[in-house]
C-alpha cells in the first residue's frame, strides 16, 4: 500500500527503536494507553509479558532486542534465571544467556575447546543440564558460578538465526507503526476484522477506554500474544464459550485502537459507497 519495499527500511532508527522503551516517539503518555512501551500490536514485542521484559531491560540494540526474542521465547531462561540476576545487579544484561548460541560463543571465548563448547550448548539448550564433567571443564577454564547455575536451570534455548528473523520483522513494522501510521493501523484492523465492535471505534478514547477496562476486569490478566494462530489456541482452551473466545481477542484489537485514537486518529463510520467488506480503508 505504500510502496515502501521492506528491505530498505533501516535497522538502527532511534525512532523505531524507542517505541519498544517509550511512548513518547508516539506522542502518548502511558497512562493513556496502559503501557510504558510503544509496541502495541508488534509481533513478539506487543505482549504484557514481553513488554514486561522491555521495561525491566531497556533494550536500545538491534543485540539487544535479538537477546530480549530469545529469553522470552526460552523456557527457565528468563522468570527465575536472568531476570533476577538482572534485577539484583549480579551482571548486566548484555552478559545474561539470551540465544542457544550466546553459550558456544561465550565458552569459546573463555578458552574452552570448540567441540566441549558446542556440547555444551546442546546439552542446555535441550534441558539436559551439565554433567559433572562439563561442570568441571567449565571451572577449569574460570567460568562464572551465576553462569553455571544458569545453565543448570534451562530447559530450551532458543536459536540466535530464528530471533534475528523474529526482530527483523519485528523492526520492520514497527517503522511503519512510527512513520506510516494509518497504513499500519488500517493493517492491523483489517487482519481481525472478525473482532471489532463499531459503536465501541466510533465512541473514541473514552468509549475505547471504558471497554477495554470492562473486560480487562473480565478477564483479569489475559493477554493475548498477538499472534492469529497461538491467539487461537490460546483461547479456544478456554471453558467460557464462543463469546469469550471473541471478548478476548477483541481486547488486543481495542488496546491497540486505544493507542490508535490516543495518537490523534479516529475511527470513521461504514458508509455502504466507500466501506470495504473486510479491509479497514483509509480516509484523509
Same mark, same amino acid.
Given at each position: ?5 521492506? +528491505? ?5 532508527d532511534?525512532? @523505531?527503536?524507542?517505541?519498544? @522503551?517509550s511512548?513518547? *516517539?508516539l506522542g502518548?503518555?502511558?497512562?493513556q ?5 510503544g509496541?502495541f500490536?508488534?509481533?513478539e514485542?506487543?505482549?504484557?509479558f514481553?513488554?514486561?521484559?522491555l521495561e525491566?531491560?531497556?533494550p536500545t540494540?538491534?543485540a539487544?532486542l535479538i537477546k530480549?526474542s530469545?529469553?522470552?521465547?526460552? @523456557?527457565d531462561?528468563?522468570l527465575?534465571?536472568a531476570?533476577d540476576?538482572?534485577i539484583n545487579?549480579?551482571?548486566?544484561? +548484555?552478559d545474561v544467556?539470551?540465544c542457544?548460541?550466546d553459550i558456544m560463543? %561465550?565458552l569459546?571465548?573463555t578458552?574452552?575447546p570448540p567441540?566441549?563448547?558446542? %556440547?555444551i550448548?546442546?546439552?542446555v539448550r535441550?534441558?539436559r543440564g551439565?554433567s559433572?564433567e562439563?561442570?568441571a ?8 558460578e551465576?553462569?553455571?547455575d544458569c545453565? %543448570?536451570k534451562?530447559k530450551?534455548l532458543f536459536? +540466535?538465526?530464528? *530471533?534475528t528473523?523474529? &526482530?527483523i520483522?519485528?523492526?520492520?513494522? *514497527? ?7 494509518l ?9 481481525r476484522s472478525?473482532?471489532f465492535e463499531?459503536?465501541t471505534?466510533q465512541?473514541?478514547?473514552d468509549?475505547?477506554k *471504558? ?5 480487562? +476486569?473480565k ?7 498477538g499472534?492469529d494462530?497461538?491467539s487461537?489456541?490460546s &483461547?479456544k482452551?478456554d471453558?467460557?464459550?464462543g463469546?469469550?473466545?471473541?471478548e478476548k481477542?477483541l481486547?488486543?484489537?481495542?488496546? &491497540?485502537?486505544?493507542?490508535?485514537v ?5 475511527f470513521i463510520?461504514?458508509d455502504?459507497?466507500k466501506?470495504?467488506a473486510?479491509n479497514f480503508k483509509i480516509?484523509?
Amino acid at each position: 500500500l505504500t510502496g515502501v519495499d521492506p +528491505k530498505t527500511i533501516p535497522l538502527d532508527d532511534k525512532k @523505531t527503536m524507542s517505541l519498544f @522503551t517509550s511512548t513518547k *516517539a508516539l506522542g502518548v503518555e502511558p497512562e493513556q494507553i496502559g503501557s510504558k512501551t510503544g509496541s502495541f500490536g508488534i509481533p513478539e514485542f506487543g505482549t504484557k509479558f514481553v513488554r514486561g521484559m522491555l521495561e525491566e531491560t531497556k533494550p536500545t540494540t538491534f543485540a539487544e532486542l535479538i537477546k530480549i526474542s530469545g529469553l522470552s521465547h526460552g @523456557t527457565d531462561v528468563w522468570l527465575g534465571n536472568a531476570r533476577d540476576l538482572i534485577i539484583n545487579n549480579v551482571v548486566p544484561f +548484555k552478559d545474561v544467556i539470551g540465544c542457544r548460541d550466546d553459550i558456544m560463543v %561465550k565458552l569459546i571465548e573463555t578458552g574452552l575447546p570448540p567441540q566441549n563448547a558446542f %556440547k555444551i550448548m546442546e546439552a542446555v539448550r535441550k534441558g539436559r543440564g551439565l554433567s559433572p564433567e562439563n561442570e568441571a571443564l567449565m571451572i577449569k577454564f574460570g567460568v562464572p558460578e551465576w553462569y553455571i547455575d544458569c545453565c %543448570k536451570k534451562i530447559k530450551y534455548l532458543f536459536p +540466535k538465526a530464528h *530471533a534475528t528473523a523474529y &526482530v527483523i520483522m519485528a523492526l520492520r513494522i *514497527a517503522w511503519f507503526k512510527f512513520y506510516k501510521p494509518l497504513y499500519f493501523y488500517s493493517g492491523f484492523f483489517s487482519k481481525r476484522s472478525d473482532f471489532f465492535e463499531v459503536d465501541t471505534l466510533q465512541g473514541g478514547f473514552d468509549s475505547i477506554k *471504558a471497554r477495554v477496562e470492562e473486560l480487562e +476486569k473480565k478477564y483479569g490478566n489475559y493477554d493475548d500474544t498477538g499472534d492469529d494462530d497461538d491467539s487461537n489456541q490460546s &483461547v479456544k482452551e478456554d471453558s467460557g464459550g464462543g463469546s469469550a473466545v471473541k471478548e478476548k481477542r477483541l481486547l488486543n484489537v481495542l488496546r &491497540v485502537a486505544l493507542e490508535m485514537v490516543s495518537r490523534g486518529y479516529s475511527f470513521i463510520g461504514v458508509d455502504i459507497n466507500k466501506s470495504d467488506a473486510v479491509n479497514f480503508k483509509i480516509e484523509g
